[in-house]
């Protein structure tokens, strides 16, 4: 049984991409829309801004556009435009612009960004602006939040940002908790230092499961010298499988190349990013194909400042409810479909 299809969409100066629904909307694009036998609906709109990427919500009627290495973003429903969003300038031209959309642990529509302050997540119903961690005496830990991502139940929240030499780690906030008590958002979360005694750089991470995520470590050398006595560990390009609730690495292995962005397919796979979209299976560390047609970037944290031409992520979408990947590379959109029966099973 074939593990994927694929088809290519044409489609020329593609600016961001998101799905709704069957559908891919090139948000930043107007509100472009392309359909899989390759009709294209016009835009609708020209936002006279900077704008270069976009996310969206579970269903895609609600989406946020943003200048990745900016201040401003704009929050839409179905492309009309709710409200403008910021975020701190300091350090803003260095690193990804942090904002997520999810359905919360009660089920409400949220959204978690930084709007004033790089190392403080705020909380906010999305439909009516109103702040679910609004609070005067915080105090946030000093840490460049960026790439914020929820688990599928909605009860925790991802952020694969960096502190200051820099330093890319990834922290693991409780949301359950955090809508309780806002000062639950001012920690420094980070993963077990079992997962990573050496401070290798995370490079970013993404959920497998509402427990378990995979975390990417990028080339960079080990920042501690320390020799680890047996279990899985984090080394310069490696993949591991971790255990947020019990603070366990379950499995780790090495990779000829750092992984860069990685996004879940299922529990047992992932999409690394880096350079060419490869699929790799977590309970072996095998790398299953290459698209060494496609054009990935070269990301391997959230500072991209450095980054230009090819180097830098191009238009790119995952539909976890369907397990369907887009990418756009010059002239085209190609979709990748994952066969749902193939991806099943954990890895641990």
Same mark, same amino acid.
């Given at each position: 049984?074939?593990?994927?299809?694929?088809?290519?969409? @044409?489609?020329?100066?593609?600016?961001?991409?998101?799905?709704?629904?069957?559908?891919?909307?090139?948000?930043?694009?107007?509100?472009?829309?392309?359909? +899989?036998?390759?009709?294209?609906?016009?835009?609708?709109?020209?936002?006279?801004?900077?704008?270069?990427?976009?996310?969206?919500?579970?269903?895609?009627?609600?989406? %946020?556009? &943003?200048?990745?290495?900016?201040?401003?973003?704009?929050? $839409?429903?179905?492309?009309? =435009?709710?409200?403008?969003?910021?975020?701190?300038?300091?350090? !803003?031209?260095?690193?990804?612009?942090?904002? +997520?959309?999810?359905?919360?642990?009660?089920?409400?529509?949220? $959204? !978690?960004?930084?709007? /004033? @302050? &790089?190392?403080?997540?705020?909380?906010?119903?999305?439909?009516?602006?109103?702040?679910?961690?609004?609070?005067?005496?915080?105090?946030?830990?000093?840490?460049?939040?960026?790439?914020?991502?929820?688990?599928?139940?909605?009860?925790?929240?991802?952020?694969?940002?960096?502190?200051?030499?820099?330093?890319?780690?990834?922290?693991?906030?409780?949301? +359950?908790?955090?809508?309780?008590?806002?000062?639950?958002? *001012? /920690?420094?979360?980070?993963?077990?230092?079992?997962?990573?005694?050496?401070?290798?750089?995370?490079?970013? !991470?993404?959920?497998?499961?509402?427990?378990?995520?995979?975390?990417?470590?990028?080339?960079?050398?080990?920042?501690?010298?320390?020799?680890?006595?047996?279990?899985? &560990?984090?080394?310069?390009?490696?993949?591991?499988? &971790?255990?947020?609730?019990?603070?366990?690495? $379950?499995? +780790?292995?090495?990779?000829?190349?750092?992984? /860069?962005?990685?996004?879940? $397919?299922?529990?047992?796979?992932?999409?690394?990013?880096?350079?060419?979209?490869?699929?790799?299976?977590?309970?072996?560390?095998? %790398? =299953?194909?290459?698209?060494?047609?496609?054009?990935?970037?070269?990301?391997?944290?959230?500072?991209?400042?450095?980054?230009? /031409?090819? !180097?830098?992520?191009?238009?790119?979408?995952?539909?976890?409810?369907?397990?369907?990947?887009? =990418?756009?590379?010059?002239?085209?959109?190609?979709? =990748?479909?994952?066969? *749902?029966?193939?991806?099943?099973?954990?890895?641990?």
């Amino acid at each position: 049984m074939a593990m994927f299809t694929q088809f290519g969409i @044409n489609a020329t100066d593609v600016r961001s991409l998101c799905w709704r629904g069957d559908q891919l909307v090139d948000w930043v694009g107007g509100g472009r829309a392309f359909a +899989a036998d390759g009709t294209e609906q016009p835009a609708r709109v020209r936002y006279s801004y900077r704008f270069d990427a976009a996310t969206a919500s579970p269903d895609g009627r609600f989406a %946020v556009i &943003y200048e990745r290495l900016g201040t401003k973003g704009l929050l $839409l429903q179905d492309g009309r =435009i709710l409200r403008e969003l910021d975020r701190s300038f300091y350090y !803003a031209g260095a690193y990804e612009y942090p904002v +997520a959309l999810f359905n919360g642990p009660d089920g409400r529509l949220l $959204l !978690a960004h930084c709007p /004033g @302050n &790089y190392c403080r997540i705020e909380l906010e119903e999305v439909e009516t602006g109103r702040s679910l961690t609004a609070s005067t005496d915080r105090k946030p830990s000093d840490f460049f939040h960026s790439r914020l991502a929820a688990s599928p139940d909605g009860r925790r929240l991802l952020s694969a940002g960096w502190l200051w030499h820099p330093l890319n780690l990834v922290m693991c906030y409780d949301l +359950a908790q955090a809508l309780t008590d806002a000062h639950h958002l *001012d /920690g420094c979360h980070n993963l077990s230092s079992l997962l990573n005694p050496g401070l290798v750089e995370e490079s970013s !991470a993404c959920w497998l499961d509402d427990s378990r995520i995979a975390v990417a470590a990028s080339a960079e050398p080990e920042q501690n010298s320390v020799e680890v006595d047996g279990g899985p &560990y984090l080394q310069p390009r490696s993949l591991a499988v &971790y255990d947020v609730v019990n603070r366990i690495c $379950l499995r +780790a292995f090495q990779l000829d190349e750092p992984p /860069g962005t990685i996004m879940a $397919l299922g529990k047992r796979y992932v999409l690394s990013l880096y350079r060419h979209p490869k699929l790799i299976d977590l309970s072996t560390g095998k %790398v =299953i194909h290459v698209w060494s047609e496609l054009q990935s970037g070269l990301q391997d944290g959230s500072i991209i400042s450095h980054l230009e /031409g090819d !180097a830098k992520p191009p238009p790119m979408a995952f539909n976890a409810m369907s397990n369907r990947f887009a =990418i756009a590379n010059r002239d085209s959109i190609t979709v =990748i479909e994952f066969n *749902d029966a193939v991806l099943g099973g954990q890895a641990g």
